[in-house]
């Protein structure tokens, strides 16, 4: 069973928006980051941004001021607002939910995470 079931996806032209939310499917361990990924054919899975249990927030260059990430009110729940996407925004998108302890989080290592399946996005005209 998917311990985290991502929604949200799908085709929009170049400048739109879409929202992608992350919820679990069931009971999680105690988890301390979750973040979104995401992976275009051929290219290795690359990070979208993360946030913390207190709320804070980091993000990659290509999508720092497009995209927002915000926790929802249900626990262990998140969004991904993508706004002025872009072709080259176009990938498979992951969620991914962990407890995340060392001198490189929130980025890595993890004890243990969980993961969705993904979901397309596609931008295109």
């Known amino acids: 069973q998917v311990p985290l079931v991502e929604s949200g996806g799908g085709l929009v032209q170049p400048g739109g928006s879409l929202r992608l939310s992350c919820a679990p499917s069931g009971s999680l361990f105690t988890i301390n980051v979750m973040g979104w990924y995401r992976q275009a054919p051929g290219k290795e899975r690359e990070l979208v941004g993360t946030i913390t249990e207190d709320g804070a927030t980091k993000y990659a260059d290509s999508v720092k001021g497009r995209f927002t990430i915000s926790a929802g009110n249900a626990k262990n729940t998140v969004y991904l607002q993508m706004n002025i996407l872009k072709p080259e925004d176009t990938a498979v998108y992951y969620c991914?939910?962990?407890?995340?302890?060392?001198?490189?989080?929130?980025?890595?290592?993890?004890?243990?995470?969980?993961w969705g399946q993904g979901t397309q996005v596609t931008v295109s005209s």
């Open positions: 991914r939910a962990g407890w995340c302890r060392g001198a490189g989080c929130p980025e890595e290592p993890y004890d243990y995470d969980y």
